[in-house]
């Protein structure tokens, strides 16, 4: 007689996951990462569905959940910098969401060939702060 034995693994993963990779983790860039800037490019990869890189918005309200608006931004712009999310559409006006992607930049992180990009360098000055 046997007996059938169901697989029935306690960490099976149900929707919404974010899969990193393990060259990722290992890379010079995410290194230099404090822990929370890690933890929202973690954010970013749970809002990829699989079909919209290019499509990833948080909105004030959802960031301040998350941590604090000061600090949001200045690991949304560490993160652009370092090349692991681009700003695809610059929100701001009339409570509109900025739009993120999904970068691969970070792969040539610390080589002749990177692409550093200062989000304050992209924006006029008519919206810095004086």
């Known amino acids: 007689m046997t007996k059938n034995k169901k697989n029935k693994s306690e960490f099976k993963a149900s ?31 749970l809002r990829y569905r699989g ?30 910098k370092l090349g692991f999310i681009d700003l695809i559409k610059r929100g701001g ?3 509109q969401k900025h739009i993120f992607g999904l970068s691969n930049r970070w792969r040539k992180y610390g080589t ?11 924006f006029p000055k008519i919206f810095k702060r004086k």
């Open 112 to 122: 002749k060939e990177f692409i550093e990009v200062n989000i304050d360098k992209l």
């Open 93 to 95: 006006f009339y409570k």
């Open 51 to 80: 079909n919209n890189p290019r499509d990833i918005t948080i909105t004030e309200k959802e960031s301040k959940r998350i941590m604090d608006s000061r600090t949001f931004r200045s690991d949304y712009k560490k993160l652009i």
């Open 15 to 45: 929707p919404p996951y974010a899969q990193i990779e393990q060259k990722l983790v290992d890379s010079e860039g995410f290194k230099d990462l404090k822990t929370h800037t890690k933890w929202l490019y973690v954010e970013f990869r």
